[in-house]
């Protein structure tokens, strides 16, 4: 954590691939956990549908940064 | 010395391909100037206009004249004129001087969005020429900047929105090298100057939030140290300022502010508009979206890229009740910049990869680029201007009628995109949310204001108008904010009760409606206390004059009797309305009720129809009465 917050320090690519995997894992948990939660709310709407895509791009995009290491983001 | 044919050919076909890019520069700089007039055209068509053009901006200019007067916009609904602002107040503020020199007008507000919106494309030219180091690319993407639909739309109105996208750009154009300046005192100045101008497109509208959010992350991607240093440093200010405002108006600001924006989201309309605003500006979101990714993974993330993705993320708020295609004016700001820098960069053959396992992949590719730089830049000055001219194309919008347009859309084939309604050729089709607007207003528009204008100044009470601009022209109260109404109603944080009483008590001398957006049992009461007496048409909008009825007593019986005709003998009431207005008044009543018309009775001196519902058929008859009129209703008809 000092590490992060020294005055030098700056993202890498893979952090922020972690970070954007993380993210987007996240996001389609949060969709699929709003279809269980409120089952009747007629169906799996657009908003989730929405959010299912972007968070399989957000973990797609995070996953391929991931070999790119220690470059900077 | 005879010239080699190969090198002869390949020279004229050089000559040839730099006089095809002179020809697609020229007509790609004259098509987004083109654009550029119209623009300007219809600027001035709306500053010289003094009525709302567009839905609420007349409330606006209310906020202005409250601050010029030392008072807050951020006030209590219940109590009359039931009026408060959702805006936040620097748009607002900054035009005050105005109010003082020039009373309350139109024409500075729509002055300053413009004003603001040719910053806005300058800030992007700038960022462009800094970035991309070209002298024709910056100038076409602030043009096209300019040229979108969207930034025609709301760019000339006396709406804050373009003043948020400015301040926005603007300082997502001052920040986005502060985390390689070494110097550390002028870096401190520029972070200082780039949040000021954060804060001020925050305090102009609440969208700005994006934009936060795309900075922040910027500086923690740079350095989390920094970003959260100066992360804490803005929220205290925003903060402060946010707490001594909600302090100062007695925690109106945020039932006003924020509650109030919690509307119904439609996501069929975010849809619908995000289609529409890809089919309009594709080439200009391909390139920047390409940027993006290139940044992502063969360079490191410039703000502007952060910024593209936040704002474009942001542009699904685009479906609320209320939103509209305003709503991704900040991504095309966004994207112009992005897509300049890609095409800039294309044309000066500088694109550069950082080594990774990514591009050693690729390292063929690389070679093969690196070998054909000049054919490649040689094919980019044909190729770039003509995405520019693509996009020129896709963005058409005309105004129909006038002395030069007129007939330069005859002769471009273009017809009016609404018919009759008014004269403007839109290539962006309608989808839900998209303001139908665009047109020049005529002086018959301006003429039906004045005329509504008079219907005011007919009456000494105030009047309740939907829209403010009449009520200021009378010298009267503006009395109600509709949709800052019907938000805080939706939201359980407005009692009508107040309003209803006073318009069942004939406070107001006439009600406008034009998109009758108040809470439903407002409309109810005017419904109820009210009769539609006049249409008005200006701007291609009906604007409904509601005169008042007859006097509580007189409509209470007649509701009563309505209700159950059967129940009771005739009813007779002698009506403080002439004729005319008493049978629209009548007509009115029974059609609220459901009461269908059947046909004309015979009674002679007076007017007399038969009505039915339900089997039941009534008689409803108007004779002249001194003073007034003498309705009669009667279950004898048949």
Not at chain 2, 272 to 288: D, E, K, M, P
Not at chain 2, 293 to 315: G, K, M
Not at chain 2, 590 to 600: D, F, M, N
């Amino acid at each position: 954590m000092r590490r992060i917050f020294s005055p030098d320090f700056t993202l890498t690519k893979r952090q922020l691939g972690f970070i954007l995997s993380a993210s987007g894992v996240l996001l389609i948990v949060i969709m699929l956990a709003a279809e269980l939660l409120d089952a009747q709310s007629g169906g799996f709407g657009m908003v989730q549908q929405l959010g299912v895509v972007v968070g399989v791009l957000s973990l797609v995009a995070g996953l391929a940064l991931l070999p790119l290491g220690s470059q900077p983001a | 010395m005879v010239p080699q044919p190969a090198l002869s050919t390949q020279a004229a076909r050089l000559d040839l391909g730099a006089w095809i890019s002179r020809i697609l520069w020229a007509l790609a700089l004259l098509l987004l100037a083109a654009h550029l007039i119209v623009y300007v055209v219809y600027a001035i068509g709306l500053m010289r206009f003094p009525f709302d053009y567009d839905q609420g901006e007349g409330f606006e200019l209310v906020d202005t004249i409250l601050f010029s007067q030392g008072e807050w916009p951020y006030r209590d609904n219940e109590v009359y004129p039931f009026y408060a602002s959702n805006y936040p107040p620097l748009f607002h503020v900054i035009l005050v001087p105005f109010v003082w020199v020039f009373g309350p007008a139109y024409w500075y507000g729509r002055l300053a969005g413009f004003l603001g919106t040719l910053i806005t494309a300058t800030a992007i030219g700038w960022a462009v020429q800094r970035e991309g180091r070209h002298r024709a690319v910056p100038i076409l993407a602030g043009l096209a900047f300019l040229a979108s639909n969207y930034v025609y739309h709301v760019g000339p109105l006396f709406r804050q929105h373009m003043t948020m996208v400015m301040f926005e750009t603007l300082s997502v154009v001052v920040l986005a090298h502060v985390t390689t300046i070494t110097d550390t005192r002028r870096r401190r100045r520029t972070m200082i100057i780039g949040l000021a101008l954060l804060l001020a497109a925050g305090y102009t509208k609440q969208l700005a939030v994006a934009t936060v959010i795309a900075v922040f992350l910027f500086l923690f991607v740079r350095n989390p140290r920094r970003s959260v240093i100066w992360g804490v440093g803005f929220a205290a200010v925003a903060g402060g300022l946010f707490l001594w405002i909600n302090w100062a108006t007695g925690g109106e600001w945020w039932a006003n502010i924020i509650a109030a924006n919690v509307n119904t989201y439609f996501p069929s309309q975010f849809v619908g508009l995000f289609r529409q605003w890809v089919s309009l500006h594709h080439v200009l979101i391909a390139l920047s979206a390409l940027f993006v990714a290139y940044e992502l993974y063969f360079a490191r993330l410039s703000l502007y890229s952060i910024w593209w993705v936040a704002a474009v993320a942001n542009t699904a708020l685009s479906g609320k009740w209320g939103a509209g295609d305003s709503y991704f004016a900040t991504a095309i700001a966004a994207s112009c910049i992005l897509s300049g820098i890609f095409l800039a960069r294309t044309l000066r053959g500088a694109w550069t990869f950082t080594p990774t396992p990514i591009t050693r992949r690729f390292a063929a590719v690389q070679r093969w680029g690196a070998a054909h730089t000049p054919q490649i830049v040689a094919g980019a000055g044909v190729l770039v201007p003509a995405i520019y001219l693509v996009y020129g194309l896709s963005v058409i919008h005309l105004p129909t009628e006038g002395a030069i347009f007129g007939p330069l859309a005859d002769r471009l084939g273009l017809e009016s995109s609404y018919g009759e309604r008014y004269a403007f050729y839109d290539a962006a089709g309608w989808v839900e949310g998209y303001a139908t607007i665009g047109h020049i207003p005529t002086q018959q528009d301006i003429d039906a204001g004045w005329e509504i204008v008079d219907r005011l100044r007919a009456d000494p009470r105030p009047a309740m108008s939907e829209e403010a601009a009449f009520s200021l022209h009378a010298d009267k109260d503006v009395v109600t904010n509709p949709t800052q109404l019907k938000n805080l109603y939706e939201n359980d944080l407005f009692d009508p009760a107040n309003l209803i009483a006073a318009i069942r008590a004939h406070d107001f001398s006439v009600i406008v409606f034009r998109a009758q957006f108040y809470p439903p049992p407002v409309l109810d009461a005017v419904y109820e206390a009210y009769y539609p007496d006049e249409v008005i048409e200006m701007n291609g909008f009906n604007y409904e004059i509601w005169q008042p009825g007859p006097d509580r007593a007189v409509r209470d019986a007649a509701a009563a009797w309505l209700a159950d005709p059967a129940a009771g003998e005739a009813l007779t009431h002698t009506l403080d309305l002439p004729g005319e207005q008493a049978q629209r008044w009548l007509a009115h009543l029974l059609a609220r009720h459901g009461w269908e018309r059947v046909g004309p009775l015979n009674q002679p001196g007076c007017t007399a129809d038969a009505y039915q519902q339900a089997q039941i058929t009534i008689r409803a008859a108007l004779c002249p009465s001194d003073p007034g009129t003498a309705l009669t209703l009667a279950q004898d008809a048949g």
